[in-house]
Structure formats: structure tokens, C-alpha cells
């Protein structure tokens, strides 16, 4: 599936500009995360600009709507790395696509959430920063700290390391991800 296809079948499912931001953030680090790992930069890009499509019209059905639509068109791979996008679901993350996309589907939030708070949002933004709100169990309450924890030892990452990758995969597309 390429993201032509992709972005035809998140039109159909998801209108809330937040959302889609935030589904966008996601298919970045993916794809920048694709790059550094070796891997095929559409396929991680797909998973996660995928990985919530269906939550704004089923959120009761996510990810299971989805990932139908997914493994009928023989996407297996993604749609397994979306249902491994939140661990109590109970899908093992077994390969490295299904490790990434844990590792940052919250965790993206969460530097957006903190970006928004800033003057200069991702342009001068360090790990630091993110980390102290992570503390915050009142800041971004809808940021899963223990996904986020889970997601780095699976992909076995640096905290400080993977934040500022994923604010530096994000710096250039400031405008497009904070609304």
C-alpha cells in the first residue's frame, strides 16, 4: 500500500484536524525512524499515518476496523503493528515496525502537547523539556506513560536519545503537526 492509498482511506474514516495532525506527527517519525533503521520508508510511513484512522468514527471498534480494511488488502504486517500500537490489547510487538510504532505513537503526543506550551514550539526544544512533563502525570493526561516506557525498552532506545530524534524528525514539519 502506498500513501496515495493510505491517505484515501484516512479521508473516509478521520475530519478532525487534531487528529489528523497528530496521525501525521506519527507517519514523520515513522518514516524517519524507517530511514535510520534501514527499513522501507512507505511501509513505516503507512503504519503511521494508519495507526488511528478508524478512532474518530469507531472509537469503541479501534483498531479493529482498521486493520480489517488492512489485512484484506494483504497488509498483514501493518495491521499487526497497529494492533501492537497499545500493549493492553494483548498483541505481542514482535517485529521492529510494531517496536517503533509503540515506542512513538504516545510519546509524539506528548512533544507536540509540550511544543504547543513553547514560544519557538520544536525549534529550540531538548529532551529535557519533554522529560520534565512526562513527570507530570497531570500534563497530557491522555499520554500513557507506561506505553511510552514499554515502547522504549521494546525498541531499546534511549529515553533522552528517542525524544530528540522525534523532535528532530518533527522540527521541519512544525507548521503541519501543532494546531
Known amino acids: 500500500m502506498n500513501r496515495e492509498e493510505a491517505r484515501s482511506i484516512l479521508d473516509s474514516m478521520m475530519q478532525s484536524p487534531a487528529l489528523r495532525a ?16 534501514g527499513e522501507d520508508r512507505e511501509r513505516w510511513a503507512v503504519t503511521g499515518l494508519l495507526h ?11 483498531p479493529r476496523i482498521i486493520t480489517a480494511i488492512l489485512e484484506e488488502r494483504g497488509e ?3 495491521a499487526h503493528a497497529i494492533h501492537c500500537h497499545y500493549t493492553k490489547w494483548g498483541y505481542s510487538c514482535e517485529s521492529l515496525l510494531d517496536k517503533a510504532l509503540l515506542a512513538c505513537d504516545e510519546l509524539t503526543g506528548l512533544v507536540i ?8 514550539r520544536l525549534q529550540d526544544m531538548a529532551p529535557k523539556s519533554v522529560k520534565k512533563k512526562f513527570k ?4 497530557a493526561k491522555g499520554v500513557d506513560r507506561d506505553e511510552v516506557r514499554i515502547g522504549i525498552e521494546l525498541l531499546e532506545v534511549d529515553m533522552d536519545d528517542h525524544i530528540r530524534f522525534i523532535i528532530e524528525a518533527l522540527r521541519p514539519f512544525e507548521k503541519e503537526v501543532i494546531v
Do not use: T, W
Open 136 to 139: 507530570d502525570k497531570n500534563f
Open 52 to 62: 488511528d484512522a478508524d478512532y474518530e468514527k469507531h472509537p469503541d471498534e479501534h
Open 76 to 78: 498483514q504486517e501493518i
Open 22 to 37: 497528530h496521525v501525521r506527527s506519527v507517519e514523520i517519525v515513522m518514516e524517519a525512524y524507517a530511514d535510520k533503521f
Open 113 to 120: 502537547a509540550v511544543a504547543r506550551l513553547r514560544p519557538n
